[in-house]
């Protein structure tokens, strides 16, 4: 459904759409979009999620300049265009990570999978891809999380707050949410703020229409248990859509230990004190009905999707 642009497709065996990598943010921000994988699971079809990259030429947008910052920007959500957007509450999840709601004069035109750009003031050839999350009717919220070093991160966790104006263009994506309609169960492997690529889909109306025999398998990863957000959100979403017994969440903390005494916990409160590895993965594609189809969805840093 995206505008024909001027430079052609590129051959690529995937097929990516995102934002153009730079260095003032580190490569390893992970990208809301997705990326068509080839089966490699138990021949599951697989769909992951990549770093900022573009395989697609998008026109780059202009640079604003002083002379042309007194030119309001529209406020409706525009692929070509930037529009303007005033940050409206800022809450601080934990020690790097915020949530951002934003007005807007309509609902946002952006549904489950799909990401918004967002560009640096003054320089709007710099700009990251994030996905919106808590899409009302007049409201949208951003997880963001602040990496050493980001430029664009630093900017909206740090010197965004309540009544500022932020530049938006969007939205963009290679992965049709219609797809999951023809699955019998869905797995989603995320980590960090790859998050809100699944609660993008889990939100969508699409989501809630959801035969509730379907079966879900969330594993969401993260290294440290302070690093865990949003889970509240994720249990309400899932916990009252699918019927028990139809679904399972493991909220894997990585590079930490639980013990009790000289016990070793393994699973707390549905936190599993693991390494995401391949032990992990044969359980969570251990399937007992082969006539089933499971589709996998995956978001994460480089190094996760890697893995």
């Known amino acids: 459904k995206l505008p024909a642009f001027s430079p052609p497709w590129q051959p690529s065996s995937t097929l990516h759409l995102?934002?153009?990598?730079?260095?003032?943010?580190?490569?390893?921000?992970?990208?809301?979009?997705?990326?068509?994988?080839?089966?490699?699971?138990?021949?599951?079809?697989?769909?992951?999620?990549d770093s900022p990259s573009i395989s697609v030429n998008v026109p780059p947008p202009l640079l604003?300049?002083?002379?042309?910052m007194d030119k309001e920007l529209p406020t409706e959500l525009d692929i070509i265009?930037?529009?303007?957007?005033?940050?409206?509450?800022?809450?601080?999840?934990?020690?790097?990570?915020?949530?951002?709601?934003?007005?807007?004069?309509?609902?946002?035109?952006?549904?489950?999978?799909q990401h918004v750009f967002i560009g640096l003031p003054l320089m709007l050839n710099q700009y990251r891809s994030y996905t919106p999350i808590n899409i009302s009717d007049d409201s949208f919220d951003l997880l963001i999380k602040n990496y050493d070093h980001g430029i664009l991160s630093s900017y909206l966790t740090v010197q965004v707050s309540a009544g500022t104006s932020v530049s938006f263009r969007g939205p963009a994506s290679s992965f049709d949410i219609e797809r999951l309609k023809s699955v019998d169960d869905l797995v989603m492997i995320c980590g960090g703020t790859g998050?809100?690529?699944?609660?993008?889909?889990?939100?969508?109306?699409?989501?809630?229409?959801?035969?509730?025999?379907?079966?879900?398998?969330?594993?969401?990863?993260?290294?440290?248990?302070?690093?865990?957000?949003?889970?509240?959100?994720?249990?309400?979403?899932?916990?009252?859509r699918f019927a028990s017994g139809r679904f399972r969440i493991q909220y894997l903390?990585?590079?930490?230990?639980?013990?009790?005494?000289?016990?070793?916990?393994?699973?707390?409160?549905?936190?599993?004190y693991r390494k995401l590895n391949e032990e992990l993965m044969m359980e969570t594609f251990c399937f007992k009905d082969s006539r089933k189809s499971t589709f996998v969805l995956i978001c994460g840093p480089p190094g996760f999707n890697a893995f």
């Open 253 to 272: 903390i990585t590079d930490e230990s639980k013990d009790e005494g000289e016990k070793k916990i393994i699973c707390q409160d549905d936190i599993y």
């Open 64 to 68: 604003t300049t002083s002379a042309n």
């Open 195 to 240: 998050i809100t690529a699944m609660m993008s889909i889990m939100q969508s109306p699409f989501f809630r229409q959801m035969d509730s025999k379907r079966c879900l398998n969330v594993i969401f990863a993260n290294k440290k248990s302070e690093d865990l957000v949003l889970r509240k959100e994720i249990d309400d979403l899932i916990k009252n």
């Open 81 to 113: 265009n930037w529009c303007s957007f005033v940050c409206t509450k800022k809450v601080k999840i934990n020690y790097n990570s915020v949530i951002l709601s934003f007005k807007t004069a309509k609902r946002l035109s952006c549904e489950g999978g």
């Open 18 to 49: 995102g934002p153009k990598p730079t260095q003032l943010d580190p490569p390893r921000i992970p990208s809301p979009c997705f990326t068509v994988s080839p089966p490699s699971i138990n021949n599951v079809p697989i769909i992951q999620t």
